[in-house]
């Protein structure tokens, strides 16, 4: 599950360009971008993906009702449930959404939170949040449920200017400021200390996350409820994806794809359509990455290269095209034969901190996936980390001295 925090207001006006607003706005200013946004919002054959929009009031409902009809241009995109819709009626809604592919939102009232099996979608917003915390498991178990095949994605919209907004984003501020420089910390930063394996991040953050809910007497939603433990955790979690979260932009095009590919896909393959679509929205191209040598094309069918498929011939010196991704998997591959060999491959590539922080972010998405077998080589790679770079110095100062008396 993902959870983003974003401001309500902005959901119709489009101020802030966050993935939801997106699509909306630029969908209300007629545009061709909506088609290359943010892959969740696609399925792998490129059409729309189905989604749920949870809100308090019933007066909300009709003026979303009537904003989103616009933006999509059809009122037959959207269905309801609310309190006032009779037994038979919210079956039919319920039918249409699940099984129509012209309906494409359901906006609900918390009268479809409870009884109700929506695994068709996998997309979710509350534009308000309940006053009573569960019932936030409730909505959200509508979706994420036995026979959901789908990552969830969940946002919770938190109005500015609001008491409720206050207290939730200062809580987020302070857990962030101290828990970001922690993980940095807990990786290894750049300052040399011994980084934590990838398997053991999610329980080490544990501590200096809860530190912050732990200073004060009471930490309470504006209910009065107490914030739960599973609610601080997940959090924590929040914290932690946000901070990967951060250091994705900073990554290349190539990589940005390929992370976003392996989201969806794993190594699996998947349409070329829906490989172009991602392309294009990260500011790469298929021709592109299957040039960079990390990604294989054919019969309209693209995966992502395996470890074991990396050539063990590469030579970083003379490639033109080097994303984050390669080296990362490069490294991988060398370390399947010895640590020496990584070693000597880690001295021939330039920057290497983004590929060892790219081993943690993919080790973190294979543990939610389950994908244990390609969860192991990115914790492999961080957990021999010092040992591979002290390989790599003496192989750097090696050819140095070998370089010094002319060979």
């Not at 971008?33 to 399925?43: N, S």
């Not at 079956?91 to 009232?109: G, I, S």
């Not at 054919?298 to 063990?312: A, D, F, I, T």
Request: charged residues 25%; proline residues 3%.
């Amino acid at each position: 599950m993902r959870l983003e925090d974003i401001q309500a207001d902005q959901v119709l006006r489009g101020v802030e360009p966050d993935r939801l607003v997106r699509v909306v706005h630029v969908k209300a200013q007629g545009s061709q971008a909506v088609f290359q946004d943010d892959p969740v919002m696609r399925r792998s054959d490129g059409s729309r993906r189905k989604l749920i929009v949870f809100t308090e009031h019933r007066d909300t409902l009709r003026h979303l009702e009537q904003r989103i009809a616009q933006l999509l241009g059809t009122p037959a995109a959207i269905v309801t449930i609310h309190g006032g819709v009779g037994r038979d009626a919210r079956r039919e809604a319920q039918e249409r959404f699940r099984n129509d592919p012209q309906v494409l939102v359901l906006l609900a009232t918390d009268a479809a939170s409870e009884g109700v099996n929506l695994q068709v979608a996998n997309l979710m917003i509350n534009y308000d949040l309940p006053w009573n915390p569960n019932r936030l498991e409730q909505r959200f178990g509508r979706i994420h449920r036995i026979g959901q095949t789908e990552v969830c994605h969940l946002w919770n919209l938190v109005a500015e200017q609001t008491r409720e907004g206050a207290v939730y984003h200062r809580l987020l501020e302070k857990q962030e400021a101290e828990l970001v420089p922690a993980l940095g910390e807990m990786m290894g930063a750049e300052g040399g200390s011994s980084p934590i394996a990838p398997v053991d991040l999610a329980q080490a953050a544990i501590g200096p996350g809860m530190a912050v809910f732990s200073r004060y007497r009471r930490v309470v939603h504006v209910s009065g409820a107490e914030v739960t433990v599973r609610e601080a955790l997940a959090s924590i979690n929040r914290v932690i994806d946000a901070c990967f979260d951060a250091a994705e932009g900073e990554l290349d095009a190539d990589t940005r794809f390929c992370l976003g590919w392996f989201q969806e896909f794993g190594f699996k393959a998947g349409d070329f359509g829906r490989a172009d679509v991602l392309a294009r929205a990260k500011g790469t191209s298929v021709e592109g990455v299957v040039a960079a040598g990390v990604v294989e094309a054919s019969g309209g069918k693209v995966r992502l290269l395996k470890v074991s498929e990396y050539p063990s011939d590469w030579a970083p010196e003379s490639d033109e095209r080097q994303p984050v991704w390669e080296w990362c998997h490069q490294l991988c591959r060398a370390l399947d034969v010895s640590e020496a060999t990584a070693g000597a491959l880690l001295s021939r590539i330039q920057g290497t901190e983004p590929a060892r922080r790219l081993a943690y972010r993919l080790y973190t998405l294979c543990e939610r996936k389950g994908w244990a077998t390609e969860a192991r080589a990115y914790n492999n790679l961080i957990g021999s980390w010092h040992v591979i770079a002290e390989a790599a110095v003496k192989e750097s100062e090696a050819g140095d001295k070998q370089g010094a008396l002319g060979f």
